[in-house]
């Protein structure tokens, strides 16, 4: 038998053609030569031959022939199958075929003449692609001094040919891969994208193909990516990122799984671009290791930064929720109570200082509110919620909001409005009513003297519809006309220089101008420096009716005599007779009046307050059946109450009403008293909110409408009054402890007798997506506290049965007038706290006496939440605390709350455990200093007979708790102990153990104990 003389590794043969080029870049015939030229050294045989099948596998195509005694490349003539029956049949079993004498009869002998007589030996490794034979890679061994007979093909020389022709596997799918791509180089290049082959050569990759994309991508050309030999693909990725990508593809490639990632590179120009990829293996080496990947890249540069900035408005919208929360809840007390106070008999001193509470409070509310719209508006949550209303009471709200604004100015309001437009309109109210406040206010704000002018006309657009024109005039500062294309973006306020000191967030506008074209409409401006401007704003509307906005009843006989000297009054009251269509005549001058008057033709007189005393004698002593009606400046207080009265501006509809005989005003001085649309006294409404401070307020603010309003403290407690009692309309606090308002809402919506009440959602967390989240679960409606009037007119208008609203209004009974503050309590702000009740000191001593059993109850809630590790209702309970202390004027210990509620968010029990023994105690304090208080109202309770047993229960644990210093324990008893401080016997006994323990006395404490408990035996 002959042996084989090797003349290499064949390891190193196969690495050496594994990196050759031509394997992937299309060459395939240079590809085939160089396999055959390598295969030939590496057997050290004769000839290598490689073929490929075509024409339906007739014939053999040959790419490549070398032959190793000439030196020679060449390329044969066509192999016919068809004549070489039992060749082509074993080349069909697509098995490696090993003929060591190809002479003997029994070895393919039709075949012996093809080859001729030297040839004594064949190893034929079959070329399979895309699972079908493609070709076949011939070795030839002629007979020679090696080789007298035959040469015997060893195992191992046996798997180099049939790697060898795995090696032309390659060539051939490159060749016809690249042939496709060829086809399709157009389309890819037209992708916004870059497409690529890259050959995976660790610990990089080398480029073979890429797109014309990728110039715009990475900055560099075709050119540069391919012909650069030393260029890689790890060059461009940014050095941040390749650790983590190189780990990736390690990770792909090795199980053959496709990759999909995104990575950053870095551009020919330094610049870095977020980039997407995806590519997986479309090729093996034969020895199986992935060989060449195909992928593209996208670039998602726009995309990353849309989706930092949507993760930071994200963010910006979770602060502003929990700032809107911890704002508006506080807020609820103020607003509220300072509307109470409003309502009561005070001195003039207490008035002003409750208005300015009021007035501060609807300042920062209305900040609150710019920022949490342009929250809303920058994430594209622009809601148009169209309702129907009366477009009168929209003027009617706009009016008291912007004249207590324009209290302390010079300024002069003007009310123009076309008494013949529509009045039952149907539109998004609440953000018309938005806009023109921020216009109003704006014209106010950057108006030192002189006028501004609110306009009302319309245009009819369709049978149905009107188109709103609004524009509203001052004689302020002006705008510069370079500054004119800047007024309505965010954070902007103009000529800093000059409006140096003027308040605001420089959001209004912008908002203004988003609400406008969400709601179709259109806002522009017109200005002139130093002169003022003028903003105009046209928002089409449905319309319900064309009943006019104001009507005078028989117009002939409603003659008008006016006296006025003030000439924009003058004029306002002359254009508002002419669009009544009522018959007018203006004077300036006391004589004057008093002619026109003397001839007995003017059903009515209007005359400026100011300038009555100038016609007073002369007007009585006319006597006649002319009706005065005397025109009061806002906030001037006229003394003739028993005319009629009407405080400017003057407009339509209040003219209307005095003409048509059905007008009514209060005589309220301030103007400031809200007035309510209805009264309600045959409806039952409930309120359910867990901190009694917001039942207080809740429960004020609906007096005016002579409802039967009951409360609860908590949804339990909700469920059984449904239970026993029929209720219209039941408003539900959100956030309470044990079963929050979602869940309440649920299991009265599952009991017969109340599925169909309407419930309103209460809630501090007026953010963006707040009313869907509500809608969503169940509720009907919401409410945002703090409680606007305006709004809860309406939700009471729109929920009451309408059955049950009567339109009479009967004022409410003064109140009697308000204590000075003549006392103090350690641990209290006691003025921050009057502040907070509004002012009214009274309020405050009652809700002091409110807050103090809230407390106790509090107390043993959060210890018992502690022990049972419920760090959700301790927070809950801590929450509430840190409202209701923040209420009272208790600012550390609401600080101290704050901490606490912060910590179990965070589910910081360590903290919790550490702080609470000391937080306790001094809440203990607190509560006992306000106990001492004899001025606080409600401390006339009974005292209680003495349960002994149950004293006792209560001592004898406590007494061992304080002897081994166990906080919880001592705490929780302790809270348990609260309640017989009132009892006979007992009470100053009981008393004194807990001043001890809140002191830290607990050797002092056992010893009041033990002098306590013979006395119980």
Not at 196 to 223: E, H, K, M
Not at 460 to 470: F, G, N, Q, R, Y
Not at 984 to 994: F, H, K, N, R, Y
Request: glycine share 6%.
């Amino acid at each position: 038998m002959a042996v084989r003389k090797s003349t290499a590794n064949f390891d190193e043969v196969l690495a050496k053609l594994t990196k050759m080029p031509e394997l992937s870049n299309g060459a395939l015939s240079e590809a085939a030569h160089v396999i055959a030229h390598e295969g030939c050294t590496a057997l050290n045989t004769h000839r290598v031959g490689i073929w490929t099948i075509f024409e339906d596998a007739k014939f053999l195509k040959s790419l490549a022939y070398f032959d190793s005694e000439t030196g020679e490349h060449s390329v044969q003539d066509n192999f016919d199958l068809l004549t070489r029956k039992q060749y082509a049949d074993l080349l069909r079993s697509e098995r490696l075929i090993v003929i060591n004498d190809i002479r003997e009869s029994n070895a393919l002998s039709d075949v012996v003449d093809g080859y001729g007589p030297k040839i004594c030996s064949l190893l034929d490794a079959p070329i399979r692609t895309g699972g079908k034979l493609s070709g076949v890679v011939c070795i030839e061994q002629d007979r020679c001094e090696d080789y007298p007979q035959r040469r015997i093909w060893t195992r191992e020389e046996q798997n180099f040919a049939s790697s060898l022709a795995d090696l032309m596997a390659l060539a051939l799918m490159g060749t016809e891969r690249r042939y496709l791509m060829k086809q399709s180089e157009t389309l890819m290049n037209n992708l916004p994208g870059m497409v690529y082959q890259c050959l995976n050569d660790p610990p990089d990759f080398s480029f073979i193909f890429v797109s014309d994309g990728c110039l715009a991508l990475t900055g560099y050309t075709r050119d540069e990516l391919l012909g650069n030999s030393t260029f890689k693909f790890f060059d461009m990725v940014h050095p941040d990122d390749v650790a983590t990508l190189a780990k990736q593809n390690a990770e792909t490639l090795s199980v053959g799984l496709p990759l999909e990632t995104t990575f950053r590179v870095v551009m020919k120009d330094g610049s870095i671009k977020w980039i997407w990829e995806r590519s997986h293996i479309v090729e093996y080496t034969p020895d199986g290791r992935p060989y060449m990947l195909e992928g593209f890249y996208a670039d998602i540069t726009s995309q990353r930064r849309l989706e930092a900035a949507e993760a930071e408005s994200r963010s910006k919208s979770n602060f502003l929720a929990r700032m809107s929360h911890e704002i508006r809840t506080p807020m609820n007390a103020i607003i509220g109570m300072a509307e109470l106070a409003l309502r009561e008999d005070m001195s003039d001193a207490a008035r002003e200082h409750t208005l300015a509470i009021k007035h501060a409070g609807a300042n920062l509310l209305t900040i609150i509110n710019d920022i949490l719209d342009l929250s809303k508006v920058e994430r594209g949550q622009i809601e148009v919620i169209s309702e129907e209303y009366l477009f009168s009471s929209l003027v009617n709200d706009l009016i008291e909001i912007i004249r207590m604004r324009m209290f302390e100015s010079r300024l002069r309001l003007i009310i123009n409005i076309d008494s013949h437009m529509p009045n039952k309109l149907v539109g998004d109210v609440v953000k018309i009513r938005q806009v023109l406040t921020n216009l109003l206010s704006n014209a106010v704000k950057y108006t030192d003297k002189g006028h501004v002018i609110f306009s009302v006309d319309w245009e009819k657009t369709a049978p149905d519809e009107a188109m709103l024109v609004i524009s509203v005039s001052d004689t302020g500062r002006g705008i510069k006309e370079q500054d004119l294309n800047k007024l309505f973006g965010e954070f902007v306020q103009l000529d800093l220089d000059k409006n140096k000191g003027i308040e605001g967030t420089g959001l209004g506008l912008s908002i203004a101008r988003h609400f406008v074209h969400a709601m179709g409409g259109e806002i522009d401006v017109a200005s002139t420096y130093g002169q003022g401007s003028t903003f105009t704003v046209r928002i089409p509307q449905k319309v319900v009716s064309f009943d006019r906005l104001a009507c005078v009843e028989h117009p002939p006989e409603k003659r008008v005599l006016t006296f006025e000297r003030r000439e924009m009054c003058a004029e306002s009251i002359s254009r508002t007779m002419d669009n009544l269509g009522v018959d007018s005549r203006l004077v300036t001058q006391a004589s004057a009046f008093l002619e026109e008057l003397r001839t007995g033709e003017y059903a009515f007189a209007f005359v400026a307050a100011g300038l009555y005393p100038k016609v007073e004698e002369g007007f009585t002593s006319l006597g006649g059946s002319t009706q005065l009606v005397l025109i009061e400046e806002f906030g001037e207080a006229v003394a003739y109450r028993d005319y009629t009265v009407l405080r400017t501006p003057v407009y339509a509809v209040p003219v209307a009403n005095i003409l048509n005989g059905s007008f009514s005003a209060s005589n309220d001085p301030s103007g400031l008293a809200f007035s309510v649309k209805f009264t309600a006294p045959s409806a039952r409404v409930l309120v359910v909110d867990d901190i009694n401070t917001n039942l207080k307020v809740a429960e004020g603010l609906m007096s005016p409408y002579r409802m039967r309003v009951d409360v609860c403290e908590s949804g339990f407690e909700a469920i059984e009054a449904v239970k026993d009692e029929d209720y219209d309309l039941i408003f539900m606090d959100h956030m309470m402890p044990e079963m929050d308002g979602i869940e309440t809402m649920l299991r009265i919506r599952a009991m017969e007798e109340a599925r169909d009440v309407p419930i309103v959602a209460l809630t501090a967390n007026a953010v963006s997506g707040m009313k869907e989240m509500f809608k969503e679960k169940g509720f009907d409606d919401y409410l945002s506290k703090p409680i606007d009037m305006v709004r809860l007119n309406s939700i009471l208008a729109k929920w009451l049965p309408r059955e049950k609203q009567k339109s009479e209004i009967k004022s409410a009974p003064a109140a009697v007038r308000e204590k000075e503050i003549t006392f103090t309590i350690e641990g209290l702000n006691v003025p921050k706290g009057v502040a907070r009740a509004g002012g009214s000191v009274k309020l405050y001593l009652e809700t002091l006496a409110v807050f103090r059993k809230d407390g106790q109850g509090k107390m043993a809630e959060l210890s018992a939440s502690l022990k049972d590790d419920n760090l959700a209702l301790y927070t809950t309970n801590v929450h509430a605390l840190k409202s209701a202390l923040a209420y009272v004027g208790a600012e550390g210990l609401a600080k101290a709350a704050a901490s606490l509620e912060s910590a179990g968010r965070e589910g910081d029990k360590g903290f919790i455990e550490t702080h609470n023994t000391t937080f306790l105690p001094a809440l203990a304090r607190l509560l006992d200093n306000i106990a001492a208080c004899p001025e606080i109202a409600g401390d006339d309770e009974p005292e209680t007979l003495l349960d002994k047993e149950r004293l006792r229960e209560i001592l004898d644990p406590l007494r061992t708790a304080l002897d081994e210093f166990d906080t919880e324990t001592i705490n929780r008893l302790s809270d348990h102990l609260q309640g017989f401080t009132r009892a006979q016997e007992s009470g100053d006994s009981v008393g004194a153990i807990l001043e001890q323990i809140l002191t830290g006395g607990y050797d002092e404490a056992i010893e009041k104990i033990d002098d306590l408990l013979p006395i119980l035996k």
